[in-house]
């Protein structure tokens, strides 16, 4: 199980001011490419899941990992969700962006999870967006602040992974008000809001 932290941003402006604050706490910047993929039959949204390649498209060390997500619930700015994820050879991934039959054969213990516990036979790509992660290591708690770019706008999310939500919740959000940072609770997954074709109100 998978615990977040999520909180938005409303614009660009607060992004800005936002990563300005947290300057001295920045250890690395992600460039990261999301393609999400079902069943022909829907097998995997039919059953609340998700199956996803994130590209980390580094100069230097380009990275994939595949992940499949599950039961995921968001409320009040906490989601939890079932999470299973490894690393996948690059080049394999790339192969199955271009051709998702390929996810069939590759080797990968989540891919043939995917396989066994759903009964896919065949997959097809439904897209996806682009993520600037910005990664701090702030106050013994590791901060992601995104830009994702959606073909139908940009949104500013940050996200925080921890056992304890409410208190890393209320260390964040005190952060922000001290320095003046409109944010609110996330309602909808980065993912949700794909799918929703349009960025929440």
């Not at 500013?156 to 939500?165: A, K, Q, R, T």
């Amino acid at each position: 199980m998978e615990v977040e932290v999520k909180l938005r941003l409303p614009n660009k402006a607060a992004h800005q001011k936002l990563l300005a604050s947290l300057s001295p706490f920045h250890t690395t910047t992600h460039h990261q490419h999301n393609t999400f993929y079902d069943g022909t039959a829907g097998e995997l949204s039919s059953r609340r899941a998700v199956l996803r390649l994130r590209f980390h498209e580094e100069p230097v060390l380009p990275k994939c990992f595949v992940t499949l997500k599950a039961n995921a619930v968001l409320a009040n700015g906490v989601s939890r969700v079932e999470e299973d994820e490894e690393e996948l050879d690059y080049s394999i991934g790339k192969a199955c962006s271009a051709d998702p039959q390929k996810l069939n054969d590759a080797d990968s213990r989540v891919l043939r999870r995917v396989k066994e516990e759903f009964g896919i036979e065949s997959y097809v790509s439904l897209g996806g967006f682009k993520n600037v992660r910005n990664v701090y290591e702030w106050k013994g708690v590791e901060l992601e602040i995104d830009e994702v770019n959606y073909e139908f706008g940009d949104m500013y999310e940050i996200e925080c992974e921890s056992v304890e939500p409410d208190k890393v919740k209320g260390m964040i959000t005190d952060f922000l008000k001290e320095n003046g940072i409109e944010y609110s609770d996330s309602q909808m997954s980065k993912f949700a809001i794909f799918r929703a074709g349009k960025l929440p109100s």
